[in-house]
């Protein structure tokens, strides 16, 4: 029950509501501590015996409306944590360097985000925090693991299903991947599918780029026909070029009631309903032809 059900049911008789919220309470306990905090003060409002039922009722109205406002807020307020403008994360990952670069007198350049990189575009928050986080170990790597580094230049580009940063420095090209590793770089993109190169010139600097998948990557599809047996395989492939069973009892030398059978187990393993279906599976992963 959500809260607009519970100012619904306040308006029933007393004995009836305390009943349906205490029901409700123990249903929102999955919900959230803000669901269940805000049904056990109205029970507890319901259950004061020293209101009357009509200030106990408006009591209640008040604190549901009251719980609905700030769980209202607390789904915006998650929802905007949970994406960021391309143009803001780039800002902040600006600021943040720029706090850094100065006082060691290194010249920030900034590739910031246009209209053609998409800068209005709204990014996965952890995408956003990712790509800051790696880019920021990548620059003190840069500036700890070298000397003479008195340039670095930043840079976002988003493409349709991946955001690209390069940083880029102009020192002696010494920067390794053991000091990216030190710092933990490649293992914060392991859980969003990163990828991190590097190309280190002697005498004319280090170029970083990283790549992080907008969205989660694709799990490969597993072969649903692995569950088959060598004798189903080879049934599966007769039922895929529209034998019949008469026809496949024969070319197998098998009785066609056993046919039937190994067609009914066929069907339960894959978890179609029809001959037609599965030959569609067998189609789709090569059993029509290389297993038949």
């Known amino acids: 029950m959500d809260l607009m059900s519970a100012v619904e049911?306040?308006?029933?008789?007393?004995?009836?509501?305390?009943?349906?919220?205490?029901?409700?309470?123990?249903?929102?306990?999955?919900?959230?501590?803000?669901?269940?905090?805000?049904?056990?003060?109205?029970?507890?409002?319901?259950?004061?015996?020293?209101l009357s039922d009509e200030d106990a009722r408006t009591r209640a109205v008040d604190l549901a409306v009251k719980a609905l406002v700030e769980?209202?807020?607390?789904?915006?307020l998650d929802h905007a944590m949970a994406e960021e403008r391309v143009g803001d994360a780039f800002d902040r990952l600006a600021e943040s360097l720029s706090r850094v670069l100065r006082p060691r007198?290194?010249?920030?350049?900034?590739?910031?985000?246009?209209?053609?990189?998409?800068?209005?575009?709204?990014?996965?928050?952890?995408?956003?925090?990712?790509a800051r986080a790696v880019v920021r170990a990548v620059v003190h790597a840069m500036l700890d693991d070298q000397r003479q580094v008195r340039r670095i230049h930043v840079g976002w580009k988003?493409?349709?299903?991946?955001?690209r940063a390069t940083v880029r420095d102009d020192?002696?090209?010494?920067?390794?991947?053991?000091?990216?590793d030190a710092r933990r770089v490649e293992e914060r993109l392991g859980p969003l599918?990163?990828?991190?190169?590097?190309?280190?010139?002697?005498?004319?600097?280090?170029?970083?780029?990283?790549?992080?998948?907008?969205?989660?990557?694709?799990?490969?599809?597993?072969?649903?026909?692995?569950?088959?047996?060598?004798?189903?395989?080879?049934v599966l492939g007769q039922l895929a070029r529209g034998r019949r069973n008469r026809d496949i009892a024969r070319d197998l030398h098998i009785s066609e009631s056993t046919v039937k059978f190994h067609v009914a187990k066929i069907l339960d393993k894959l978890?179609?309903?029809?001959?037609?279906e599965a030959a569609a599976l067998a189609h789709e992963w090569g059993a029509a032809t290389a297993r038949a």
């Open 9 to 50: 049911v306040i308006r029933a008789p007393l004995s009836e509501t305390q009943t349906r919220l205490s029901a409700a309470f123990a249903e929102a306990i999955p919900l959230g501590d803000a669901h269940g905090a805000a049904l056990t003060a109205l029970l507890g409002v319901l259950r004061d015996r020293s």
């Open 71 to 76: 769980l209202r807020s607390r789904a915006e």
């Open 105 to 130: 007198g290194v010249l920030l350049e900034l590739g910031t985000p246009g209209a053609e990189e998409d800068a209005d575009r709204v990014l996965p928050a952890d995408v956003a925090a990712t």
């Open 158 to 163: 988003i493409g349709a299903v991946e955001l």
């Open 171 to 180: 020192g002696p090209g010494a920067l390794s991947r053991g000091a990216l």
């Open 193 to 234: 599918g990163g990828r991190l190169e590097v190309d280190a010139v002697p005498g004319w600097g280090t170029t970083v780029t990283v790549e992080v998948p907008l969205g989660p990557p694709d799990t490969p599809r597993e072969d649903p026909l692995t569950v088959l047996g060598a004798r189903e395989l080879e």
């Open 271 to 276: 978890g179609v309903g029809s001959r037609g």
